[in-house]
């Protein structure tokens, strides 16, 4: 049974891994094509954050953006697939920070195709959300684990 919930982590991961081994080889000096298209729904993202919460996003260069994605994705993958509790949490982290960034259905008619295929990328991403969630969950059981109770062995009489 450890076996396959190694399996399980490893194949979990592994949208991650290529994920990141993709723009990791991609990313160059100007962060690569995943900045290029990242530059105009992050200022989107931000005039949308700004007008709703009046709170000013700062400004920063969108490859070190792209950079801290890949490094999560690695970091966390890399811990996840060991089991660990802080891998699930940097993998979380990053799927809150980047799913409602590069998953903008919200900017699109319901009637148009892009909204379509934006939205079951982003319900994808809340599946893997939830996913990484359970696991955490799994990981802080309440449930005592069993513990083996040895028995005293009788004792035998001697007349």
Known sequence: M??????????????FVL???QEYNDFGNDGGSTAKALVP??????????????FQVP?????????????????????????SKIGAFLLILHQLIVTPILYDFYNYDMEKKEFAQLFIKFTQNLA????????????SSSIPRRTMIKKKGSKTKTV
Do not use: C, N, Q
Not at 6 to 14: N, P, W
Not at 128 to 139: C, D, N, W
């Open 59 to 83: 400004e920063f260069e969108i490859k070190l953006l792209v950079a801290g994605a890949i490094v999560l994705k690695g970091i966390g993958s890399l811990l996840f697939i060991f089991s």
């Open 128 to 139: 893997l959300l939830g996913a990484l969630m359970f696991f955490i969950g799994m990981k």
């Open 2 to 15: 450890a076996f396959i919930s190694f399996l399980g982590r490893v194949l979990f991961v592994s949208v």
């Open 41 to 54: 729904k992050f200022s989107v993202f931000t005039k949308h954050v700004t007008t709703h919460t009046g």
């Open 19 to 21: 994920s990141a081994w």
